[in-house]
């Protein structure tokens, strides 16, 4: 495992580096290709993107599985790896310029490397577990802010929103009048680690799916943070619930979403 592990890191960095130029070049192409739902896009750089991330991962690496958005899942080895080729699609398709890809590499089940490239501000976001989480190769930490009065947060609002709004904005309500300030980006990848660098305090968000936060799960960790779900139990690539923070402001924040733990 330890020498495969030597050789992911430079595969891992490679794919996002050549799927983020994909990125940046198309931005204003405004191609949207079809729509899973109303609201969830797919564009021609999600797909440009993913299929030069699995060449080049299946050619390193043939006999690993491969999970991606825009297919369907690929092999059944304990090495597989977990891909966003754009993470935030819809901030994409309006080329406002908030996205980016996101590829995690796991070995039995556990998170061991990840990465997030924005390429509109070439901010590359990486860790290895045990050793730290980096933002253009400098070390990064959670904020040390404790006080929730204090605290920036974000959050993001599911792809059924329309149909459970009241839902959505009950648990909204209580943060908005508890924190500082809230924001939403729309890119949960991007916005769990801006947690990691302590440009956000804390953030929660309603059925991230795995491709969506398997790499800045493990960078958040790597830099001090910590995630559960709504009842604090340790967050799940499968939990629907998703609840991140820079761990001083963590039982706060459970103290509000956990009134909505039914919610999912």
């Not at 050789?7 to 899973?36: F, N, Q, S, T």
């Not at 508890?178 to 949960?188: C, D, F, K, N, T």
């Not at 491709?211 to 799960?217: H, I, N, P, Q």
Request: aromatic residues 10%.
């Amino acid at each position: 495992m330890y020498k495969i592990q030597n050789k992911i890191k430079p595969i891992l960095l490679k794919c996002l580096k050549e799927a983020g130029r994909i990125l940046k070049k198309g931005l204003h192409d405004r191609a949207v290709v079809h729509k899973k739902s109303e609201l969830n896009l797919v564009t021609a750089s999600d797909k440009a993107a993913e299929k030069r991330i699995l060449e080049i991962i299946g050619s390193a690496f043939p006999d690993h599985a491969m999970l991606a958005e825009e297919s369907p899942p690929m092999g059944n080895s304990p090495s597989r790896w977990i891909i966003d080729p754009l993470d935030g699609t819809t901030n994409f398709a309006h080329t406002f310029p908030a996205a980016c890809v996101a590829i995690g590499y796991e070995f039995e089940g556990r998170m061991q490397t990840g990465g997030v490239y924005d390429p509109f501000r070439d901010e590359l976001f990486f860790a290895e577990r045990g050793n730290g989480a980096a933002l253009n190769g400098k070390p990064i930490r959670v904020s040390q802010i404790s006080k929730i009065g204090d605290a920036l947060l974000a959050t993001g609002f599911p792809y059924d929103r329309r149909e459970r709004a009241d839902e959505y904005l009950a648990l909204f309500k209580p943060f908005m009048c508890s924190a500082q300030g809230i924001r939403r980006m729309g890119a949960a990848a991007i916005d769990l680690c801006y947690v990691a660098c302590g440009r956000y305090d804390g953030f929660w968000e309603l059925f991230l799916a795995p491709w969506d936060k398997a790499a800045a799960l493990l960078i958040l960790e790597e830099a001090g943070g910590r995630a559960t779900n709504f009842s604090g139990d340790p967050l799940t690539l499968e939990d629907k619930q998703n609840l991140a923070s820079n761990g001083r402001l963590h039982e706060a924040m459970l103290a509000i979403a956990g009134k909505f733990k039914h919610y999912g």
